[in-house]
């Protein structure tokens, strides 16, 4: 027999109480009634749902789909949205809120009470017309002169997940003081019941969209188109998007992996709905062997990424995050865009002598674009995983589909002269020497697991990773000069190599981020630095995981 905190009970049953979803209050009904007849399990449960809130995090809400303030629900969707509402209203910001929103399961619904919580409160309300990507949300607040913006997705997460993204006038996800400023307004939200409500806004017609694509089919330059293309939307909503914007701007139609062209919540052929995830990428190069095609590209489920995959001779290889931000840094600054070149402090060092080699600034930021956005006077900025900003004039955030267009364009130039994106990354190579990047990343079930490992790397630093001496230690937590506090400890190793080790920001992952940099001897070419180089990030994987114990 389990005895459950009495608190604990009453707490759900007020949940119960004021739940306007009759889905999730029978889902904690049902919870509870097992709690009472002493399931351990159910009791297991309902303290996790109960065990605080969803936080702002890297990326706004994120959580798993159910019953509690420790999940995503129409309760904590409501109370997101009227202490958003709050805020808006405590600095004086009169103008209309855009809301958008993917196809998970009840992102449509979220999005409703949504804009009826800001009409409620009198401001205006503007819908996308149906679920679309997240740069497009990005780029409506700028073209439309809102106040904020929401976007409901949980971008490349499980399928169980949904997630509330926030982001201000300027374009930009929220970054503190804003994101403390706004929770503390959601939790002094009173009964759901008492939250005014207004209608559901003004639902945007399918010019918002065109304009978007443009404005990215615009940034393509003159030049050859012949491209044979394949392409997954991932189940996602980028499909229509990048179909469009590809024929806008000369390339024939791709060929799409039937079995995820559509808008799927469940995501059943994958296991994860993320380009990076082995596996996911599996349909699409399989299609691309079939049909010999020249590029794979694909996006995650709200298209704010961009994957490639590219032939080689021993079948088609995913790109790297790093290198296709190689790439596309390489075609925006020999095509002449100037301003600040910046990246995540877990990217690639790459971008910054590539940077100075044309006379240009560079940045780093801590993770995610809500900093990489803010960069003043940013030409383009990405991050390792699979997020890019080549246009930040329009969308300041990352941007899966005008990423992928400027990829096409890239490749489909190279192939003019009878070269593949491997080549220019070679070209890179011998000029900046060969920057190799991996990633350990470890998913935990518990947490703690994540916080034990951290101090284990704090209580007993490595003075050698993979062979080569640490030079530095940064504790990231304390900040600097340049960055503000965060979770994590970069690792400066002798020869250029670096190692970060970081809490995921979205999902119960502790990752390590490594690179190497192996001079290119031009004699032997940049196979045998890659062979080198294979060596040396294992050697360092190996070494990083036994510090950390994981």
């Known amino acids: 027999m389990t005895t459950t905190d009495p608190a604990l009970l009453d707490a759900a049953r007020t949940w119960i109480a004021e739940d306007p979803d009759p889905r999730t209050r029978e889902e904690l009904e049902q919870v509870v009634a097992r709690v ?29 789909i159910g019953a509690g303030p420790n999940r995503m629900n129409r309760v904590v969707v409501t109370r997101a949205a009227a202490g958003l509402v709050a805020y808006l209203k405590d600095i004086g910001a009169t103008g209309p ?58 971008s490349h997460n499980p399928p ?23 929770a503390a ?73 039937a079995e995820q062209e559509h808008p799927d919540p469940d995501f059943p ?31 995650d489920p709200d298209a704010d990424r961009c994957a490639a995959a590219v032939p080689g001779p021993h079948g088609w290889r995913m790109l790297r995050g790093d290198e296709v931000g190689a790439l596309l840094a390489h075609a925006l600054l020999t095509s002449g865009k100037q301003g600040t070149y910046a990246t995540s402090i877990v990217s690639s060092s790459l971008l910054g002598k590539m940077a100075a080699a044309h006379g240009q600034p560079y940045a780093e930021t801590l993770t995610g674009f809500k900093w990489i956005g803010r ?7 990405y991050e390792e995983a699979l997020g890019y900003c080549v246009d930040p004039e329009h969308v300041k955030d990352k941007d899966g589909v005008s990423a992928l267009l400027l990829l096409c364009e890239l490749a489909a130039r190279a192939k003019a002269e009878g070269r593949g994106l491997v080549d220019l990354l070679d070209d890179i190579a011998l000029e900046h020497g060969l920057h190799a990047t991996d990633q350990l990343s470890v998913r935990v079930t518990d947490l703690a697991e994540i916080a034990a490992a951290m101090e284990r790397l704090r209580t007993t630093p490595p003075a050698e990773l993979g062979g080569l001496a640490v030079e ?29 080790v970081r809490p995921s920001g979205t999902e119960p992952k502790l990752k390590c981020y490594l690179e190497v940099v192996v001079p290119v001897d031009p004699e032997d070419g940049v196979d045998a630095a890659r062979i080198h180089a294979v060596g040396r990030l294992d050697a360092l994987r190996s070494d990083i995981k036994a510090a950390a114990g994981i």
Do not use: W
């Not at 297991?44 to 990326?59: I, N, Q, V």
């Not at 010019?207 to 978007?212: A, G, M, N, T, V």
């Not at 995830?277 to 694909?298: I, K």
């Not at 960069?375 to 900025?381: P, S, T």
């Open 36 to 64: 009472e007849a002493g399931d351990a399990a159910a009791a297991a449960d309902l303290t996790d749902r109960f065990a605080g809130t969803l936080e702002f995090g890297t990326a706004g809400l994120r959580g798993a």
């Open 185 to 257: 307004r959601i939790a002094a939200v009173g009964p759901v019941a008492d939250v005014p409500r207004g209608n559901g806004g003004t639902v945007l017609d399918e010019s918002i969209l065109d304009r978007y694509l443009d404005t990215i089919a615009g940034l393509a330059a003159d030049g050859p188109r012949d491209l044979d293309i394949v392409y997954t939307p991932l189940h996602g909503v980028g499909g229509t998007a990048v179909a469009q914007v590809l024929e806008s701007a000369g390339f024939s139609e791709p060929r799409v992996v």
């Open 160 to 182: 169980q997940d949904n997630g509330y993204k926030v982001y201000l006038g300027d374009g930009s996800q929220i970054v503190p003081p804003a994101d403390e400023e706004i």
């Open 375 to 381: 960069v003043d006077g940013l030409a383009f900025g």
């Open 269 to 299: 052929t994958v296991a994860f709905p993320n380009p990076e995830e082995p596996g996911a990428m599996d349909l699409a190069m399989a299609l691309a062997e079939q049909h010999g095609a020249d590029l794979v590209v694909a996006n």
């Open 97 to 154: 809120v855009v809301i958008g929103y993917d196809a998970r399961h009840d992102s449509d619904v979220y999005a409703r009470d949504t804009a009826e919580v800001v009409t409620g409160a009198g401001l205006a309300a503007h819908v996308l017309p149906r679920p679309l990507p997240t740069p497009l949300l990005a780029y409506a607040i700028r073209e439309l002169g809102c106040s904020a913006g929401v976007m409901v997705t949980a």
């Open 472 to 500: 530095r230690v940064d504790d990231l937590a304390t900040g600097s000069a340049d960055l503000p506090p965060t979770e994590g400890l970069r690792y400066s190793l002798a020869g250029g190599a670096r190692v970060v």
